[in-house]
């Protein structure tokens, strides 16, 4: 058995598949295998990490020339991938064939389906016809005949997919999801992502890459990533789950206007946030939380949340005991709530770094994935070049949680009212203030804007400014593994590598 010159040492955990090896004339005719008879080969096609967090199909092709030593080696490697308990087998996948640059069922098909069908997993495709098809696709399916999800698309798809199986899970459990007290009951199928939106943040975010390829490989290696998920309510109304950013004014006003401008495709974020920015409106309101004194991070660390992360495991652990000690006792009630008034021209609320490539550190750098906690970010009102000073931050080291307009917390739930809101319903028959709510009387020239903001939900607008937001520890499965530290170098290394079989 003569492996190729180069050394390959490859964790038996990233072997994509083996495959017995149809040897052609010419490669029969090269070499030393030239002098024998009938040399027998099978290929292993293994992760091969690049630079920057990208993962490559690779392949090794091993020959002999004995015909039962090379079928016992198959075997045997098939029995190593047959071990591999975590890995999917039967998926269900939908494309949005709009989202971003609208290529997202040529992705899927060139680069994802060939990939899946190497690994052996078979796949039941849905190419969505409309808004909301696989949302509501996901309540009706069986899909306890599937190990995971598949969504082809941006942040928006993902929500969307997210959405029908949390509400499908509530829905056969007989929860109330209106109710924002209520004990929701996690969801354990896996969603995987393939990149094909305009942000794709929660890809990013995850995976440190936003690449279909790397995505792919991810799920046929079965890896496994919890999230934490926000429940946003209106009084007693649910609205929306987001994993992502949860933002009001800046972001809310740019996904607003981008909403008109999707024939442009991703580039829209940036026509309308050049727009919004030189807009510069601020939103005065009151927001209240309670601080997430049960995580050990905080908003400001310097280390970020990396794969198999202390911080993560920490809540994790937290978590289960909760879940012994007092099934779905909910303490929060009782906890502090912190309250500020203000002007702020951007509120963001972050269960993830929400790094993307617009922005390789994201908007809070040291949050965690799984740690049970948002980062709540207040901008207050300050000067236009105070904030394009803050946003430049966003692309580079500088620590842009450091000016005097800009607060961050660590929080496990919030709320907030806008002024326009809370005088409206102190003072329902002020007819002045409704007639001419659209405009700032005291000063005109100014960018207060007395209307509201929406609210940008995982790139989906809200329709009430008034929210309540719970976040939800670890409440749904991604297959990732979180940002790997140096992950060229440490890929090399494992007990179980194939190297110490040969
Ligand atoms: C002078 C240069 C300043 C550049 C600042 C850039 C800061 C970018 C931070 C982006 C955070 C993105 C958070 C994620 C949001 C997505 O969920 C949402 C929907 O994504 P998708 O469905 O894939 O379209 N995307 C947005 O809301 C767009 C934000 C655009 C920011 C310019
Ligand atoms: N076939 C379809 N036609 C129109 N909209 C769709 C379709 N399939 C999904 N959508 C919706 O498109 C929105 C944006 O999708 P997404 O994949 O996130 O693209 P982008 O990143 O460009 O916003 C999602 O909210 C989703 O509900
Ligand atoms: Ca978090």
């Known amino acids: 058995m003569s492996p190729v010159p180069e050394n390959c040492f490859v964790p038996t955990s990233e072997i994509i598949a083996v495959e017995e090896t149809e040897l052609n004339k010419k490669q029969r005719n090269i070499g030393k295998w030239q002098k024998m008879a009938k040399p027998h080969a099978f290929t292993v096609y293994y992760v091969k990490k690049a630079r920057n967090h990208r993962w490559r199909c690779s392949d090794v092709t091993f020959w002999c020339v004995d015909e039962h030593l090379c079928n016992q080696w198959i075997q045997a490697l098939k029995e190593l991938l047959e071990m591999q308990k975590s890995r999917p087998k039967h998926l269900l996948v939908y494309i949005n064939p709009y989202g971003g640059k609208r290529q997202g069922k040529s992705i899927y ?3 994802v389906a060939p990939l899946f069908s190497l690994a052996s997993i078979s796949t039941d495709v849905v190419i969505t016809e409309h808004a909301n098809h696989a949302k509501d696709n996901l309540l009706e399916v069986n899909i306890n005949k599937y190990d995971g999800v598949v969504c082809v698309g941006g942040d928006g798809m993902f929500s969307e997919v997210m959405h029908g199986l949390i509400g499908r899970i509530q829905k056969d459990s007989g929860i109330d999801q209106n109710n924002p007290k209520a004990p929701l009951v996690q969801c354990n199928i896996r969603i995987g992502i393939i990149p094909a939106g305009s942000t794709d943040c929660i890809c990013y975010s995850t995976i440190g890459i936003s690449d279909p390829v790397t995505s792919a490989l991810h799920i046929i290696v079965g890896d496994c990533q919890p999230l934490d998920v926000s429940s946003v309510h209106h009084n007693n109304t649910f609205l929306k789950y987001s994993v992502s950013l949860l933002g009001y004014g800046f972001y809310g006003d740019i996904l607003k206007d981008s909403e008109k401008k999707r024939w442009m495709g991703p580039m829209r974020y940036d026509y309308s946030g050049f727009k919004t920015f030189l807009s510069h409106h601020y939103y005065e309101g009151t927001i209240s939380f309670q601080p997430a004194k049960h995580t050990l991070g905080s908003p400001r660390d310097k ?3 990396r ?6 495991k920490k809540s994790e652990q937290q978590l289960a005991e ?5 099934g779905l006792k909910h303490e929060e009630d009782e906890e502090e709530w912190k309250v500020i008034k203000g002007k702020f021209l951007a509120i963001n609320a972050v269960n993830m770094s929400c790094a993307c490539p617009r922005s390789p550190k994201g908007l809070s750098p040291a949050a965690h994935l799984a740690d049970g906690s948002a980062d709540l970010i207040l901008v207050r009102k300050c000067s236009r070049f105070d904030f394009l000073r803050y946003l430049v931050r966003h692309t ?9 307009f800009v607060d961050v917390y660590r929080v496990k739930s919030f709320q907030f009212t806008s002024k326009l809101s809370e005088d409206n319903e102190s003072n329902i028959t002020d007819i002045g203030k409704k007639r001419f709510g659209q405009f700032c009387r005291d000063h005109p020239a100014c960018c207060c804007n007395i209307a509201n903001s929406t609210w940008n939900c995982d790139g989906e607008t809200l329709d009430s400014s008034a929210i309540q937001v719970r976040v939800h520890c670890q409440f749904v499965k991604l297959f990732a593994r979180g940002i790997e530290e140096n992950s060229k170098d440490e890929a090399v290394y494992s007990q179980s590598s194939i190297e110490q079989l040969l």
Request: net charge negative; hydrophobic share 10%; with cysteine.
């Open 396 to 404: 580079n080291q500088d620590d842009q949680f450091d000016f005097s």
């Open 303 to 305: 280390d970020s949340c």
């Open 322 to 326: 909760q879940h012994k000690e007092c």
């Open 109 to 111: 098909e060139q680069k």
């Open 307 to 312: 794969t198999g992360c202390y911080i993560c």
